[in-house]
Each structure stands twice: as C-alpha cells, then as structure tokens.
C-alpha cells in the first residue's frame, strides 16, 4: 500500500524555521512527483510546493523565496525547509503523491495525514 507520513510539524515564532519530512512507502519513490499542501482553519486547502521525479520543484507565490522542497530517494523522503514563517503560514500541512513523475497539477493520488504547524506573532 502507498503510505504517506508527514512530520516535523510545531509551533514556532514569526520569522522562525521548520523542516517537514514527508516519509514515503509503498512504490517506486522517483516515479512520482510529490506535492505539500496546507489548510487552515475556515480556508480551502492551496497547494504550497511541488517537486517532480527528477527533482524540479515549483512554489506557491505566497511561499517562494521562503520555502525549500527537495528529495531523497535513498530514504524515500522529501522535505519542506521553511524558513522567514509568518503566521499565514499556520496550517495543517500535507503531503501527497500524484501518478506521474511530473507536477502536473492534476489530482493528488495519495494523501497523508497532515501536521500541524503553528506560528506564533
């Protein structure tokens, strides 16, 4: 089965740091782009940064120049570095996997379960 495990999550202050592990199971890890998500509370969900099988990686606007995705295939695990964090950025933050080695944009196959991020002002 396809497992998604998102982590690192917690509170920080404004203008802190936080890395996000995204731990990935389940099938061929470079076939697949992977994407981290964010919801907060009374929001749709928006899409914050992609990275694709080979290691490009595209950013929300909010995000770019603050946020950092990169991959390792050797433990199956992406990362969101995030760094400059103001309190829009508090979510809950997913990973997920699409069926193609591109960000297409198109619809997320696997989904993990999210972690909380808090920025406090």
Request: charged share 20%; hydrophobic share 30%.
């Given at each position: 089965d396809v497992q998604l495990q998102a982590s690192g999550g917690g509170l920080v202050q404004?203008?802190?740091?936080l890395r996000l592990s995204c731990a990935a199971?389940?099938?061929?890890?470079?076939?697949?782009?992977?994407g981290w998500f964010r919801q907060a509370p009374g929001k749709e969900r928006e899409g914050v940064s992609c990275i694709s099988g080979i290691g490009d990686t595209y950013?929300?606007?909010s995000v770019g120049g603050r946020f950092t995705m990169s991959r390792d295939s050797a433990k199956a695990?992406?990362?969101?570095?995030m760094h400059s964090l103001k309190p829009e950025d508090a979510a809950v933050y997913y990973?997920?996997?699409?069926?193609?080695?591109?960000?297409?944009?198109?619809?997320?196959?696997?989904?993990?379960?999210?972690?909380?991020?808090?920025?406090?002002?």
């Amino acid at each position: 089965d396809v497992q998604l495990q998102a982590s690192g999550g917690g509170l920080v202050q404004a203008g802190g740091s936080l890395r996000l592990s995204c731990a990935a199971s389940g099938f061929t890890f470079d076939d697949y782009s992977i994407g981290w998500f964010r919801q907060a509370p009374g929001k749709e969900r928006e899409g914050v940064s992609c990275i694709s099988g080979i290691g490009d990686t595209y950013y929300a606007d909010s995000v770019g120049g603050r946020f950092t995705m990169s991959r390792d295939s050797a433990k199956a695990t992406v990362y969101l570095q995030m760094h400059s964090l103001k309190p829009e950025d508090a979510a809950v933050y997913y990973c997920a996997s699409e069926d193609s080695p591109d960000c297409s944009g198109g619809a997320m196959a696997h989904w993990g379960k999210g972690t909380q991020v808090t920025v406090s002002s």
